[in-house]
Nanobody
Framework: QVQVVESGGGLVQPGGSLRLSCVAS????????MGWYRQVPGKQRELVASITPGGWTNYDDSVKGRFTISRDNAKNEVDLQMNSLKPEDTAVYYC???????????????WGQGTQVTVSS
């Protein structure tokens, strides 16, 4: 069992910055990729950014150059630094941790409860 907890959401003005944090705990051996997703009402949940244990990153085109994902493997933590925020970034942001399940190393995803980010003046 893995628990995933996000923090750092809130209200910020357009052009401002916000930093989200996510910590995975519990049965954390075998944690693989971690990432951030976001969802607005009536829309599908979409990838924002992801990162491998080795530090390889992937970003959605809409956030490239503005957001930075990082992780601390020792703390099982993944952060998302969000700069130059736009109103269209408003969403519930979810953290995901993927874990390899033995003996076949099957991937299983664990999701946090989400944290609200609102970009508005």
């Amino acid at each position: 069992q893995v628990q995933v907890v996000e923090s750092g959401g809130g209200l910020v003005q357009p052009g401002g910055s916000l930093r989200l944090s996510c910590v995975a705990s519990g049965r954390i051996s075998g944690i693989d990729d971690m990432g951030w997703y976001r969802q607005v009402p009536g829309k599908q949940r979409e990838l924002v950014a992801s990162i491998t244990p080795g530090g390889w990153t992937n970003y959605d085109d809409s956030v490239k150059g503005r957001f930075t994902i990082s992780r601390d493997n020792a703390k099982n933590e993944v952060d998302l630094q969000m700069n130059s925020l736009k109103p269209e970034d408003t969403a519930v942001y979810y953290c995901k941790a993927s874990r390899k399940i033995p003996p076949w190393n099957t991937l299983y995803d664990y999701w946090g409860q989400g944290t609200q980010v609102t970009v508005s003046s």
